[in-house]
């Protein structure tokens, strides 16, 4: 039998989840092929509706061959940064696209999704419970919930779920509940006992995730995931050879996020609390006494980096460091068979001091590729934290050193370029194969080739880009009270219809009450319901506005007529006082780079870019990008920017932009009459 052409394929899979082939699926597919085939390294921007999905799965799927359990074979990994999308990608696009090659390949390619353990029901806790902390007044919830509370409520709706799922996996329990709940069942990779010691490891819903994702062809997880597979070096994840990362814009502030440590004086007395009853006395009172002064020092510290460590600071931290790696080290030789679940209740506090141990350590050691800094929380308090400068090397050696990365999203060009992305990545502008990569890339693994399969939707004809030339430009502080007046103005010649994208809470909010205000047009803010409901109202109701911040640049998707004004109150720079955003700006110059730039714009343009494609998600959609900013069209970065906006009709004419949201919005109801 003839081996099936990757065109038939596509085609087959394309029928199936009933869509429609288009131009960049296919050059995509075939990039992807190449890619996996050569070993080397692709950036695939495709814009939204191209089908992306079904653009790497097709090619991944036909070279698999199911792998042997310790062997990488041709299995293929899928990172995605959303719950949403890696949901449609196992319970919609793999089914129905493995049912559809099945005849052509002569076999039906296993799929697995694998989370990260504090995503599944834990049944040694759901059984034994939580480990006691007697020092805090806490108790067995399970005990001590009444069953009419909302937390009893969920507590016993999930004893009663465990008996029925088969996976445990609290994505799969609707409704869901509260993060609080949740604890009560879940434990994290540091707290598991390990399926050889555990009671329930037979059964354990984490275990059989994970064996299932060996036996897998293909293996849907997050990015998440991906980062701490790559930062702790022990495998989470099976071994594999070709990678893929949707949502790869987001992947640098995932890995960054999984390696950030914090300490907070909550966090330190947690796990003093935990280690006391398991520990010599002695062992215990150092420990105590380094919490305390850390604490003493929390109640004084004052947000912003710190560039050199304080002294009194240095020594508290040392002091923990030292307290904390004797606790360990006692937690690993004493034994107290009076304490309940022991277990569990020293594997609880061995988890809580080791996060204590390497945080400290890590900043009073010090580094030059490390960002320290204080922030404060009216809830929370005071917290220290500590981030790596840059994620680039990290991922050059642990993610693209020995298998094929194929990174794709709907923008990943900024200001026309792939180059700056790529960087951040840890890919060297050398090592793009069209530019001639060197030896030196290649023999490293890290050539890479960029490729933009555009979108199909006609930009210029469907959208356009208005920037409100006219107003006064944005400063930090005080009401806009010109950039309010256009907003009315816009929104009521769109007839409501509006997504309102803002770069803080504080002007979302002041937006919301001026056209509350203003307009007879409900207007939804977010925090007032949760997401979900507020984008389901948003998109149930033509007149109803979306105000909001970071969560509405990227996570809404309301094809229609319904979603036809998208504003940006302004261009979305990282504050100035972020302390690892000016540090890493600050880096970039250090180095004779264009900081600002690198940094600042880049951002920036990830964000409009995101934000702008909230318009036009089908190929009847109409409608405008508002940006009340005149700053993106008078500042020499105003181009940078717009080039990485999909290129809508470009005008700063404010009496035309509303003779054609008028028009718009005439048109709209006139078809839904």
Known sequence: MTKPSLADLLHAAVTAVGGTERPGQVTMAEAVAAAVDSGRHLLVQAGTGTGKSLGYLVPALAQGVAAPPGEAGGRVVVATATLALQRQLVERDLPRTVEALHPLLRRRPQFAMLKGRSNYLCLHRLHEGVPQE???GLFDV???????SKL???LLRMRDWADETETGDRDDLT????????????VSSRECLGASKCPYGAECFAEAARERAKLAEVVVTNHALLAIDAIEGAPVLPRHDVLVIDEAHELVSRVTGAATGELTPGSVNRAVRRAAKLVDEKAADALQTAAETFERLMELALPGRLEEIPEDLGYALMALRDASRTVITALGTTRDTSVQDEDAVRKQALASVENVHAVAERIANGSEYDVVWYERHDRFGASLRVAPLSVSGLLREKLFADRSVVLTSATLKLGGDFTGVAASLGLSPEGMKDEGGGEDAD??????TGLDVGSPFDYPKQGILYVARHLAQPGREGARTDMLDELAELVAAAGGRTLGLFSSMRAA???????????????????EETLGELIRAFAADARTCLF???????GVDVPGSNCQLVVMDRIPFPRPDDPLMSARQKAVEEGGGNGFMAVAASHAALLMAQGAGRLVRASGDRGVVAVLDPRLATARYGGF?????????????RNQVRRSLAAIDAAAKAADQ
């Open 548 to 554: 909001g911040t970071l969560s509405l640049w990227q």
């Open 175 to 186: 409704p869901g509940v509260s993060d609080r709940a949740w604890a009560q069942v879940s």
């Open 641 to 653: 920017l717009r080039t990485s906006m999909p290129d809508f009709w470009y005008t700063t004419d």
């Open 152 to 154: 009893g409520k969920d």
């Open 134 to 136: 007697e020092e805090d």
């Open 142 to 148: 399970f005990e001590s919930a009444t069953p009419t």
């Open 443 to 448: 023999a490293a693994g890290l050539l890479w």
């Open 509 to 527: 909010q002041g937006a919301a009450e001026a056209l509350r205000e203003r307009l007879d047009l409900p207007v939804l803010l977010q925090g």
